[in-house]
């Protein structure tokens, strides 16, 4: 007969079958209580504070975890933390966690704290820029000791652009090509494939250990490399693929390839592709076809250029002229040079050209702001250096978050709202050195040039220029509002919905971290947007009148809106030299405090 426990061992019992469950224990939560990017922090990519990611070669990017705890230890998933400066320094009361490019996720851990597991940090993180995270604790109830019933399993696709599918499932394959994820323990199969590679298959079982495994596809195609001149085009089978010396993967077969250049006739070549059979084929250049132009001026001794190249004197008479629509334009020292003219030169029939020079005016005294110029524009003039100021007609149309902007908006672009302004004029360049100069006597830019925008200036620094200005000249500058900016910048009531100030094509309109050489240039370098204003997409960032609150838009005033009445920053727009593409959308706000100056920011003027 089976006898019943005492009293004092059944409660032995139960204490030890409660604390073999999980136990519940009071501890320190870890929260996030802000995370954003910083444009304006270069710490990720300047030299002495950027990391070099091992694995790629590339620029980390930077996280500096704000918090007075010290312990913590940070996982990234399959693509590991490259680097951790603990607190100390220049930054005692921040973390430096450098991480390779395409994170998405953060696992926070602490020995006393607890852990914040797989935080979505709400964006893809890019590499050589610095993020901003800010840690909170609290008392929490957390259940520690959990049984291990997962692990991962890290794939390395060769190539990097190859797709994982594990038992039937897509997998997200980073730009490293690597794929990662937790699964149950267990047996599972794989499928790998890419364009122009043979498929693979195979298993792996998923136990108390991470799964680990370098998958390398057999190509099905050769790498052909076509030298051709710098400059010239080549074309495959009717589809253009490169320019100048450049390399290609192609599938086995026959393949018709041509060398073309503008104004010239191309040539053609029929090559045969093998498996794995890589060569290198010279390309014969393009033959150039020429036509006649003739130059003539009154009087005779100008100067002639060609599409900014000098050629001779007037008059003259060239037959070695590329055809095509060629720029011809002509000085004479003491006569005031006339319009380039544009001309079309043919094989089948001479260009000829005439410009009348007129002798220059003796020189005059200049009077401040003497306001001249054609319809629709007013240029001005102090101390010697000239302005022009563009008509903005008034009208209606949807601020911010269009949906040219695509999938680039951020929180504080939204919502999109209608606003209507009356007309106003705006800067048709950003304030150049020249003019700061000549109104306030120093130049305070880091990266010296006339025709450069004026950079380093706060905006009460520009509110000094203004108040000067306008004493000289007996006018009303003022920066433009934040609505005044934008409409403006989308081309006015002459606005085609482009994603950039004048262009989709960011490289044809604006100066930005792509091709920007990490300085300013000379403004109206580029083209200019609908309503004849450049440099509105990069360049510099430019301050307006407004003060910034980013649930603003929410409540924002239909007619002529001025910004919020109040703040602690001000707002600045069309993103800099600095930025990448995403930032000089017309769309894209930035913020900074009326005393911070950057060698990124300037303004132009409203009137």
């Given at each position: 007969m089976k006898q019943f426990p005492s009293f004092a061992r059944l409660r032995t019992l139960l204490a030890l079958l409660f604390f073999s469950l999980a136990q519940v224990l009071s501890a320190q939560s870890i929260q996030v209580s802000d995370f954003h990017y910083d444009e304006f922090d270069t710490a990720a990519n300047t030299s002495g504070t950027a990391f070099i990611d091992p694995n790629?070669?590339?620029?980390?990017?930077?996280?500096?975890?704000?918090?007075?705890?010290?312990?913590?230890?940070?996982?990234?998933?399959?693509?590991?933390?490259?680097?951790?400066?603990?607190?100390?320094?220049?930054?005692?009361?921040?973390?430096?966690?450098?991480?390779p490019q395409g994170v998405k996720r953060i696992s926070i851990i602490h020995p006393q704290l607890g852990e914040l597991l797989d935080y979505d940090l709400g964006m893809t993180l890019k590499s050589a820029k610095t993020y901003h995270l800010?840690?909170?604790?609290?008392?929490?109830?957390?259940?520690?000791?959990?049984?291990?019933?997962?692990?991962?399993?890290?794939?390395?696709?060769?190539?990097?652009?190859?797709?994982?599918?594990?038992?039937?499932?897509?997998?997200?394959?980073?730009?490293?090509?690597?794929?990662?994820?937790m699964l149950p323990f267990g047996t599972y199969q794989y499928r790998a494939t890419a364009p122009r590679y043979k498929a693979s298959f195979g298993q792996f079982t998923i136990g108390k250990e991470k799964h680990t495994e370098t998958i390398t596809l057999t190509p099905n195609f050769s790498t052909i490399t076509f030298q051709a001149p710098a400059g010239a085009e080549v074309w495959v089978d009717g589809q253009r693929r490169g320019t100048g010396t450049c390399s290609m993967d192609l599938t086995a077969g026959e393949y018709q390839v041509e060398c073309r250049q503008e104004s010239h006739l191309a040539t053609t070549k029929v090559i045969t592709v093998g498996v794995n059979q890589p060569r290198t084929i010279a390309l014969d250049a393009p033959r150039p076809i020429y036509g006649l132009l003739s130059v003539s001026s009154t009087p005779f001794g100008a100067k002639v250029t060609v599409d900014g190249q000098a050629v001779g004197e007037t008059p003259l008479s060239l037959d070695n002229v590329l055809i095509g629509q060629r720029q011809v334009a002509v000085s004479m020292d003491g006569y005031t040079a006339p319009a380039a003219k544009t001309v079309l030169v043919s094989q089948e029939q001479a260009a000829e050209l005439d410009f009348q020079m007129e002798k220059q005016a003796s020189p005059?005294?200049?009077?401040?702001?003497?306001?001249?110029?054609?319809?629709?524009?007013?240029?001005?003039?102090?101390?010697?250096?000239?302005?022009?100021?563009?008509?903005?007609?008034?009208?209606?149309?949807?601020?911010?978050?269009?949906?040219?902007?695509?999938?680039?908006?951020?929180?504080?672009?939204?919502?999109?709202?209608?606003?209507?302004?009356?007309?106003?004029?705006?800067?048709?360049?950003?304030?150049?050195?020249?003019?700061?100069?000549?109104?306030?006597?120093?130049?305070?830019?880091?990266?010296?040039?006339?025709?450069?925008?004026?950079?380093?200036?706060?905006?009460?620094?520009?509110?000094?220029?203004?108040?000067?200005?306008?004493?000289?000249?007996?006018?009303?500058?003022?920066?433009?509002?934040?609505?005044?900016?934008?409409?403006?910048?989308?081309?006015?009531?002459?606005?085609k919905g482009y994603k950039y100030s004048g262009s989709d094509d960011l490289r044809s309109v604006a100066w930005y971290d792509g091709n920007s050489g990490s300085a300013t240039h000379d403004v109206a370098t580029k083209a200019p947007n609908e309503l004849g204003l450049y440099d509105m997409s990069g360049n510099v960032w430019e301050w307006c009148q407004d003060w910034y609150d980013s649930e603003y838009y929410k409540n924002s005033p239909s007619s002529n809106p001025s910004g919020p009445s109040s703040g602690s920053k001000r707002v600045l727009r069309s993103g800099s030299w600095y930025n990448d593409a995403t930032i000089c959308r017309v769309a894209n706000r930035s913020n900074y405090s009326p005393t911070d100056r950057f060698n990124s920011s300037g303004f132009r003027l409203a009137l």
């Open positions: 790629n070669g590339n620029k980390c990017a930077l996280i500096k975890v704000h918090t007075t705890q010290r312990g913590f230890t940070f996982d990234v998933g399959a693509l590991g933390v490259a680097k951790t400066e603990p607190q100390g320094g220049s930054h005692p009361t921040q973390i430096w966690v450098y991480v800010t840690l909170q604790t609290g008392t929490v109830q957390t259940v520690v000791n959990p049984t291990l019933q997962k692990q991962f399993a890290v794939f390395t696709l060769v190539p990097a652009n190859a797709s994982l599918e594990v038992d039937g499932e897509a997998w997200e394959v980073n730009a490293q090509g690597q794929a990662a994820r005059v005294a200049t009077t401040p702001a003497s306001p001249q110029g054609r319809a629709g524009t007013r240029s001005f003039t102090v101390n010697g250096v000239t302005f022009t100021m563009v008509t903005v007609e008034g009208g209606t149309f949807t601020m911010d978050a269009t949906e040219e902007q695509g999938s680039d908006v951020w929180d504080y672009e939204e919502p999109a709202h209608q606003v209507t302004l009356s007309s106003f004029s705006i800067g048709q360049t950003e304030v150049t050195q020249a003019l700061w100069l000549a109104v306030m006597g120093k130049n305070p830019s880091k990266y010296k040039g006339d025709k450069r925008p004026v950079e380093q200036v706060s905006w009460e620094d520009c509110q000094k220029f203004i108040k000067k200005l306008n004493k000289m000249t007996g006018q009303h500058f003022r920066l433009p509002t934040e609505a005044e900016w934008e409409y403006a910048a989308r081309g006015g009531n002459k606005s």
